[in-house]
């Protein structure tokens, strides 16, 4: 096979027995920029998104990137370039939005915790819109615009408590979570909202969960969400807008989600039946639009036989890729210029002093010391939760746009890491 690809990695393909990202070999990046390296391809995110614009086409619909789930500005830029809008949880990431040329006026601003100051950054940018999450934090919201003599636009985030069927720590739609406003509430904190002079209700938002592989969870919860709001306007209080969240889910390991645009049709098709298809629509992915463009390449260190395992170890860690540490979650692993030869079953290790890190269990590999393996799929939620522990300096990224290779990180060095700190003297 000269030319074959992956599973789950829609841009990474092997030719001649290297492994390419759309038209650059990820050995020579590895070689010429170090490991852990991550490499992100611009094709990918770009037909990602196009599975939604398509979804979308001939309705009022704005796509609201998450940033959180990748906020590297040169991954921002690309989104921001093709029209997307930005949901973001802090105002550390409205920055980030305008370093890198968004357009502040389609920002959404989500999250339980917003504080004062984050809430007054948004304002005087000039954001579209806070997500809001209880009525505590109406309250404050009203205080902090009328001490700027404005009216804050605010959609609410309701809790329709259906079941994402993904992993606990990712679900975020049913009644024990921190998230949003409980479906029975709803109306009430829509009342609470109207009537506060800092505050100008323009919609509704809810964001069930993550890693989400199935339709009927969206189908359940844009039932609930248009029962909400066909009880909120029969109080007298009009909803432009409807933004139906994030969270679905890619392909990690087989995993068969919808395709965005199969998704949409179906959802559109219930909104249609509804009464609301030309509403504006908003919706926030996260995951989908970057997960499946990114790579992470690590050198394999050591390879340590053992009585009940053998371990690979390998130069990335969880402090670079957290996602198996913290939800068990699961990551292809390939190597860059695959050999041939007996496969032996390794758990794939970093460095860092933890049992918990880990990159793959139970991985059959035919490997040596000093190859480079590709881990697939880390495009969402790797480099955006990379820490410093064990002070290891965060990795360099690039972005691959055709045969031309972009660093849009330099890595961190030691002297990065303590330029915040001081001795006592
Ligand atoms: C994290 C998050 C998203 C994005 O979720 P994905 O699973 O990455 O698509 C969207 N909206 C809100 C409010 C979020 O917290």
Do not use: L, R, Y
């Given at each position: 096979m000269t030319h074959a690809t992956l599973a789950g990695a829609p841009f990474v393909a092997l030719q001649n027995n290297d492994l390419y990202l759309e038209g650059v070999k990820l050995a020579d990046l590895a070689r010429t920029h170090g490991t852990p390296l991550f490499v992100y391809s611009k094709a990918a995110m770009l037909s990602a998104l196009a599975a939604y614009q398509r979804g979308f086409a001939g309705r009022n619909a704005r796509i609201c990137y998450a940033m959180k789930a990748n906020s590297s500005l040169a991954v921002l830029q690309v989104f921001a370039q093709a029209g997307c809008g930005f949901d973001i949880v802090s105002g550390g990431e409205l920055d980030r939005v305008v370093a890198a040329g968004g357009?502040?006026?389609k920002v959404i601003f989500s999250g339980v915790g917003k504080t004062r100051a984050e809430m007054r950054q948004a304002l005087e940018a000039g954001i579209a819109c806070f997500n809001v999450e209880s009525d505590a934090e109406l309250e404050v919201l009203s205080e902090v615009a009328l001490s700027l003599g404005k009216r804050a636009p605010v959609s609410i985030r309701v809790?329709?408590?259906?079941?994402?069927?993904?992993?606990p720590y990712i679900s975020t739609g049913l009644k024990g979570n921190k998230f949003g406003v409980a479906h029975e509430r709803a109306l009430q904190t829509y009342q609470r909202a109207a009537s506060l002079p800092g505050l100008h209700v323009t919609g509704i938002d809810c964001h069930i969960g993550?890693?989400?592989?199935?339709t009927t969870p969206y189908l359940d919860a844009m039932d609930r969400v248009l029962d909400l709001v066909q009880a909120i306007e029969a109080a007298g209080i009009p909803i432009h807008h409807i933004d139906f969240g994030g969270g679905l889910g890619i392909n990690y390991n087989g995993d068969t989600p919808p395709e965005a645009d199969a998704l949409w049709a179906q959802l559109l098709t219930k909104l249609d039946a509804r009464g609301y298809g030309q509403r504006q629509l908003m919706i926030e992915p996260g995951r989908s639009l970057v997960g499946n463009a990114g790579v992470c390449l690590t050198e394999v260190l050591y390879l340590k036989p053992g009585e009940q395992k053998n371990f690979c170890i390998v130069d990335a860690a969880m402090n670079d890729l957290p996602r198996p540490a913290m939800y068990e979650a699961f990551h292809q692993i390939v190597p860059l210029t695959p050999r041939n030869g007996d496969a032996v079953v390794y758990d794939v290790v970093g460095p860092i002093c933890e049992s918990g890190d880990w990159l793959g269990r139970d991985r059959s590999l035919t490997v040596q010391t000093g190859d480079t393996l590709a881990v697939l799929s880390?495009?969402?939620y790797c480099m955006a939760m990379a820490s410093n522990y064990n002070t290891r300096g965060r990795a360099a990224e690039i972005l691959v746009d055709g045969d031309k290779a972009h660093v849009i990180r330099r890595r961190e060095t030691s002297a990065d890491q303590m330029a915040m700190e001081s001795l006592v003297s």
């Open positions: 357009d502040v006026s809790n329709p408590n259906v079941d994402a069927k993904t992993h993550s890693q989400i592989t199935e880390t495009g969402a």
